[in-house]
C-alpha cells in the first residue's frame, strides 16, 4: 500500500492506495485533515447569450475542456470558415475554437477566464 495526500480545492485529503488494485476496487480514504467546508457548486452554464439579440444558427462549441483563453472575435464580426473565434487553454496548450463556416458572429456565450467543459456553447453564427 501507499499513501498520497492530495489537495483538491483546497480541502486536503490523506488517500491510501493498494498496488495491483483493479479499477473497480475500492479505495479507503482518510477524513480530511483540514475542515471540509461544503463543496462549492459549479457554475451554470450561460442560459442566454450575453451578447444582445438572438443567438446564430450555427453553433460553435469546445472541443475540450478549459478555461476560456482570449476571445478572438466580436459580435457583428464577419469571420470565415477557419478563423479563430475563442482560444481556450487546456494543459497549459492554447486551443483555438474556429468558425466552421463563414458567417457573422451572433452571440459569444463565454466571458474570458470561464471554465468550460468539451461540447460547451461558446459562441454562435449567422
Do not use: H, R
Not at 79 to 92: N, T
Not at 96 to 118: F, L
Amino acid at each position: 500500500m501507499k499513501n498520497y495526500t492530495i489537495t483538491v480545492n483546497g480541502n486536503v485529503y490523506d488517500v491510501t492506495v493498494e498496488e495491483g488494485a483493479s479499477a473497480g476496487a475500492p479505495v479507503a480514504a482518510k477524513a480530511p485533515k483540514a475542515p471540509a467546508a461544503a463543496p462549492k457548486a459549479a457554475p451554470a452554464p450561460a442560459a442566454a447569450p450575453k451578447a444582445a439579440g438572438a443567438a446564430g444558427s450555427v453553433k460553435i462549441e469546445a472541443g475540450a475542456a478549459g478555461k476560456v483563453f482570449k476571445i478572438e472575435a466580436n459580435v457583428g464580426q464577419a469571420v470565415k470558415a477557419g478563423d479563430a473565434v475563442v482560444i481556450v487553454e487546456a494543459m497549459k496548450m492554447e486551443i483555438p475554437v474556429v468558425a466552421p463556416q463563414d458567417g457573422t458572429v451572433a452571440s459569444i456565450n463565454v466571458s474570458v477566464g470561464d471554465a468550460v467543459e468539451a461540447g460547451a456553447l461558446l459562441a454562435t453564427l449567422n
